[in-house]
């Protein structure tokens, strides 16, 4: 993800629109375990970058597809999303914010600016659909397929043990 800014990098208050498309973001590093949600397949981004006195101020739309199990059902999930990046890079060995990201020469890496603001802003966790009804906690049936059955029995067995307790006061 490296953008050529030569055309804008000597000129105060010039701007350069660009457009990439980036096959894989990264493999991200969750430490323990799998992530639940992912990006997948090809990343596209468009946006502009301003020069300000050779601080680039970076503004730009991220478009993806997201792939997921649902944290209810477990079915597999993929979404498209669309993130916002609003970022500003300034020269390596300057006197630097710390929130901001570095550039040196004439070509802008956004790579690291790119995951940042994708990871920051996916979600954590993903339901197939709104009113998913899960797994059985009984017999694992997927219940926006079947109805199993088992959660009616369940709920007269709880009725009934809390009778049970009235009588035991
Ligand atoms: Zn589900
Ligand atoms: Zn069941």
């Given amino acids: 993800m490296k953008i ?11 701007v350069k629109h660009f457009v990439t498309d980036v096959d894989k973001l990264s493999d991200r590093n969750t430490g323990s375990g799998k992530s639940i949600v992912d990006v997948q397949g090809v990343i596209h981004i468009e946006g502009e970058i301003y020069n300000h006195e050779g601080i680039l101020d970076i503004s730009a739309q991220i478009f993806g597809q997201l792939k997921a199990q649902c944290y209810r059902c477990l079915e597999d999930i993929t979404a498209p999303f669309s993130v916002h990046m609003e970022e500003t890079f ?4 300057g006197s630097k914010n710390l929130d901001n990201y570095e550039y040196s020469g004439h070509i802008l890496d956004i790579s690291q600016a ?3 603001s994708v990871y920051l802003n996916i979600p954590y966790r993903m339901l197939c659909k709104s009113d998913c009804k899960g797994l059985c906690p009984k017999c694992g049936s997927n219940l926006n397929q079947k109805e199993c059955g088992c959660i009616e029995q369940s709920e007269e067995n709880g009725r009934f043990s809390a009778l049970k307790d009235l009588f035991k006061e």
Avoid: Q, W
């Fill in 114 to 116: 790119v995951i940042d």
């Fill in 90 to 93: 300034e020269r390596a060995n």
């Fill in 4 to 14: 050529d800014i030569t055309d804008i990098i000597e000129r105060d208050g010039a």
